[in-house]
């Protein structure tokens, strides 16, 4: 009997020259780029909060999350609202490209090359055409002191 493949829906977007994927179910909004008021002593990737429809939410910049070079924020420049445990978080990245569907046997496990930092932020790398989507495991780019302190 042959395996049951499974779809997946992931909203896509870019940092610096890579796709990424973020699961759909996990993605509240798509907003354009606000004034963030920046906060003290926050860690370094975060860019401060927001009021979204008079909820604060944190704002982090998913480039300095990633340790990517940061740069300034152009036209395309988004926020992707996320719920990461319960917790409502701004996420701040280059370009949102669109929402795709991936079959289960289009995704890979993480590659070994990439065991370095950031490796466990990874669901997997999912193929589709001649793309390469890296599919983002959104609950884990933040430990859950980091959590508590957004």
């Not at 340790?67 to 978080?89: A, C, D, L």
């Not at 669109?98 to 990874?122: K, N």
């Amino acid at each position: 009997m042959a395996e049951k493949i499974e779809y997946i829906q992931q909203v896509t977007f870019r940092i610096a020259k890579e796709i990424y994927g973020v699961d759909i179910h996990q993605v509240q909004e798509i907003i354009m780029m606000q004034d963030i008021t920046q906060i003290p002593h926050a860690h370094d990737f975060v860019e401060g909060v927001l009021n979204l429809r008079g909820n604060v939410i944190p704002v982090v910049d998913l480039r300095r999350r990633l340790n990517f070079e940061p740069q300034e924020y152009g036209r395309n420049t988004r926020i992707v609202v996320v719920s990461v445990e319960e917790k409502i978080i701004g996420i701040i990245v280059d370009k949102v490209e669109e929402v795709t569907e991936l079959s289960s046997d289009c995704i890979e496990p993480p590659p070994a090359m990439l065991s370095g930092i950031g490796r466990e932020y990874l669901k997997g790398v999912g193929k589709r055409n001649d793309r390469i989507i890296i599919l983002l495991d959104i609950n884990k780019i933040f430990n859950s002191e980091e959590i508590e302190q957004l």
